[in-house]
């Protein structure tokens, strides 16, 4: 049983910045494959970013590519990171960091099978 720890939400005005934080414990980290979801009120969840077990490959919804977000992890800390820049107010919701085997699909939140309990990232106009 894995458990994930999120951190690093708060407020931030449009075009800043905000690192969030993934602490995973009681599993063996490097065998996951990580993601970040979020979840905006009144919509369902949605993929943001993955990363594989080695952090050779990373995977991004087009909303956050281009670099705004960047995922990374450090294996010896048991932690993955989502660096997000020029934070729009659509990118408001409750980030969940996400845990899997498997790589096939990494967009498809019901492959994951540990989940933190979210952290809330509200951007201001």
């Known amino acids: 049983q894995v458990q994930l720890a999120e951190s690093g939400g708060g407020l931030v005005q449009i075009g800043g910045s905000l690192r969030l934080s993934c602490a995973a414990s009681g599993g063996t980290f490097s065998s996951y494959v990580m993601g970040w979801f979020r979840q905006a009120p009144g919509k369902e969840r949605e993929f943001v970013a993955a990363?594989?077990?080695?952090?050779?490959?990373?995977?991004y919804a087009d909303s956050v590519k281009g670099r705004r977000f960047t995922i990374s992890r450090d294996d010896a800390k048991s932690s993955v990171f989502l660096q997000m820049n020029s934070l729009k107010p659509e990118d408001t919701a409750v980030y969940y960091c996400?845990?899997?085997?498997?790589?096939?699909?990494?967009?498809?939140?019901?492959?994951?099978?540990?989940w933190g309990q979210g952290a809330q990232v509200t951007v201001s106009s």
């Open positions: 996400a845990a899997r085997r498997t790589l096939r699909f990494p967009d498809r939140g019901e492959e994951y099978l540990y």
């Open positions: 990363i594989t077990w080695n952090g050779d490959n990373t995977y």
